[in-house]
DNA sequence: GAAACCTTGACAAGGTCGTGGTAAGGTTGA
DNA sequence: TCAACCTTACCACGACCTTGTCAAGGTTTC
């Protein structure tokens, strides 16, 4: 069997096998498995589950945020959306004077919800 | 007074008035306060309401979601951690070969870490 | 001054998150 | 074969998310 079983793994990484096991059901790092339906962990994964702990401890995230992260990396389309809001708080109103930044602001709102 | 109150801005926004104080508390969308401490909005975060509430039900994502996104776009620190955590996902070990691969894992991650 | 608004604070309740268990059953290896 | 491992499927629990409602009290406006 290629790879370390998932109580190897949580002793190598941290990890509770409980959580190894949850980890993989938000999509963050799935392991392959056996014939037999046995999660194996390779060295690349194991570095990510170790990587990935460290990321969550030091910011304070959830696994959800960290999820969260993932769907927007693999979706331009809700990357650009949230993107777009965002930036558009950075603006001031009063730099473009009130109208122009509304009609700004649908304008923009429209151009992206038209994807749909 | 200028801007709408509350009960006005739930009006025209479709958000219900607890919900626009439970926005504001995520730090969202903070509108002016009046002397006497109403809660005033302007055209632009009427808008942004209005946009708020579209990408949430467009994307089905919570207002948790859009606040870390929030987080991470001004915390370049989180930004960069968690971006380069999602992209050494993108490689795949057998590009490079599993020793090479792990080295790189290892050194990336030292190296963000040690910006703390 | 009274009706109609606003404020904050609290209680409530269903949902998800993070985590630990336990049970019933299949796999592996000496 | 038998111990030691693995699997999925549940129960449980505290914490937080999203919403609503209600109470006690200040503001605005006629």
């Not at 962990?41 to 030091?58: D, H, I, N, V």
């Not at 979706?75 to 650009?80: A, G, I, T, V, Y």
């Not at 930044?101 to 994807?115: C, D, G, T």
């Amino acid at each position: 069997m290629e790879g370390l079983t998932i109580n190897e793994a949580a002793r190598t990484t941290g990890w509770s096998a409980r959580m190894l096991r949850y980890v993989e059901q938000t999509g963050l790092v799935s392991p392959a498995r056996s014939a037999a339906g046995y999660r194996l962990y390779g060295p690349a994964q194991l570095q990510r589950l170790r990587t990935l702990k460290e990321l969550l401890s030091r910011f304070d995230v959830g696994l959800s945020d960290v999820a969260f992260a993932a769907r927007m990396a693999d979706s331009p389309d809700l990357r650009d959306s949230v993107q777009a809001w965002l930036e558009a708080e950075a603006r001031r109103p009063e730099d473009v004077g009130a109208e122009d930044w509304l009609r700004f602001e649908q304008e923009k709102h429209e151009k992206l919800l038209a994807v749909a």
